[in-house]
Structure formats: structure tokens, C-alpha cells
């Protein structure tokens, strides 16, 4: 069957009464495991999952640790620059596995991409 490319967009907030950020981590490293090229894209408040020093609750993963292990795995892995400037996050916020992306970029996943989900 050949190689497949899945997107998986991450929009929700990390650790806010979902576990759909933690989920789409889950089937993208499922996907990686099953020899698919992975690209994971944050936006919107799914920025926060990339970003440095925020501490998981009791009883949650770690969501930057799941996408720094993402990123070494070899899963392409970027964050809405445009996102974080609008919260005022700054780049040096973000942990340094992932890197600034852009809605062209976001674009060009899509269009190239076998599979595109979104949580």
C-alpha cells in the first residue's frame, strides 16, 4: 500500500477538560509506529501543547514530552507563529523540537497530505 501522510491539526487546549490534544498526540504516534510520515500542525489555543514549562496536572501526560518524542521519531512538527503572536506567547516560549509554521505552510500540508484530521 505505500507510505501515507496524515495531518493531524491540534486546536483544542491542552489540560481543559479534554482529551483531544492528548488524543491526536496518541494517533499520531500510532501512525508513526505503522510507518506513516506524520506532520502535526498547533493552532489556535493547541499551541499551548508546544509550549515550554507548562506543568501537566495531576494524572495527565505531558503533552510537550509526547511531541518532543514526536519530532525526534522524525514527525514534522510546527506551531501557528501568527497564533502565538496574538497571545502574546513568545517563539522562545515554545520548546525547541518544533518550529514556527504558517497558514501557507498549513495549506501546503493539507493539499499534500493522504489524510488531514483535526481535534
Known amino acids: 500500500m505505500g507510505e501515507k501522510t ?25 501512525a508513526r509506529e505503522a510507518g506513516n510520515k506524520v506532520r502535526i500542525f498547533l493552532i489556535n489555543a493547541g499551541v499551548d501543547a508546544g509550549r ?23 514527525a514534522e512538527v510546527k506551531y501557528c507563529k501568527t497564533c502565538i503572536d496574538r497571545c502574546g506567547i513568545g517563539t522562545g516560549d515554545m520548546i525547541e523540537e518544533i518550529a514556527a509554521g504558517s497558514m501557507k505552510i498549513l495549506h501546503d500540508w493539507v493539499m499534500t497530505s493522504d489524510k488531514a484530521v483535526t481535534f
Not at 11 to 30: E, I, K
Not at 52 to 73: S, V, W
Open 6 to 30: 496524515i495531518l493531524v491539526i491540534i486546536g483544542s487546549a491542552p489540560y481543559a477538560g479534554s482529551d483531544a490534544a492528548w488524543n491526536a498526540l496518541r494517533l499520531a504516534a500510532t
Open 52 to 74: 515550554k514549562g507548562i506543568k501537566p496536572p495531576e494524572n495527565f501526560f505531558d503533552l510537550a514530552a509526547m511531541l518532543k518524542e514526536a519530532a525526534l521519531g522524525g
